[in-house]
T-cell receptor, first 113, second 112 residues
């Protein structure tokens, strides 16, 4: 079983829809939780970053963490065609004096006009 | 401020050939990493460095070699290319390992 599970999609939604992207994890030692966005043939870029359980909002994006259920989500409101990309969740685990970053496999999202 | 740069963008190798993938960053970050991305596998860590002169293995280090002589540069060497190393390679840097990682544009490698 992978430490981080993410539905690969693809997820196809109409413009304006609310999108929910999810990851589950098994390691209770994970401390920081991130969402990266990756456009086709580009490197990933950090979208959201959070530490504690609860919600964090940034414009149309909301990151949600539930440490008790080992579940994180990214919500996109009023989705736009420009949101079409692959979304990767990532989590950090403290290892000795550094942090190990574990990525999910990514969910491909397509928003059509 | 160019961020993280990688060269080449695309490379075709024959089995057994060696090559070096270049990575440079101008953000004065201590931590640099190399990942490979394969369909259905996500990003997997190959090697990482916590500072000049210090490197360590990641999840999939076999067949790759790294060195870090300066803060700015972190090249990845393929010693004897194999078809299983066909992948997209990303270099990343951060001010602290595991925290906000800045990724380069990637190098697409095809090994025949």
């Amino acid at each position: 079983q992978k430490e981080v599970e993410q539905d690969p999609g693809p997820l196809s939604v109409p413009e304006g829809a609310i999108v929910s992207l999810n990851c589950t994890y098994s390691n209770s030692a994970f401390q920081y939780f991130m969402w990266y966005r990756q456009y086709s043939r580009k490197g990933p870029e950090l979208l959201m970053y959070t530490y504690s359980s609860g919600n964090k909002e940034d414009g149309r994006f909301t990151a949600q963490v539930d440490k008790s259920s080992k579940y994180i989500s990214l919500f996109i409101r009023d989705s736009q065609p420009s949101d079409s990309a692959t979304y990767l969740c990532a989590m950090t685990e403290p290892v000795y004096n550094t942090d190990k970053l574990i990525f999910g496999t990514g969910t491909r999202l397509q928003v059509f006009p | 401020n160019a961020g993280v740069t990688q060269t080449p963008k695309f490379q075709v190798l024959k089995t057994g050939q060696s090559m070096t993938l270049q990575c440079a960053q101008d953000m004065n970050h201590e931590y640099m990493s190399w990942y490979r991305q394969d369909p259905g596998m996500g990003l997997r860590l190959i090697h990482y460095s916590v500072g000049a002169g210090i490197t360590d293995q990641g999840e999939v280090p076999n067949g790759y070699n790294v060195s870090r002589s300066t803060t700015e540069d972190f090249p990845l060497r393929l010693l004897s290319a194999a078809p299983s190393q066909t992948s997209v390679y990303f270099c990343a840097s951060s001010s602290r390992q595991g925290m906000t990682q800045y990724f380069g544009p990637g190098t697409r490698l095809l090994v025949l």
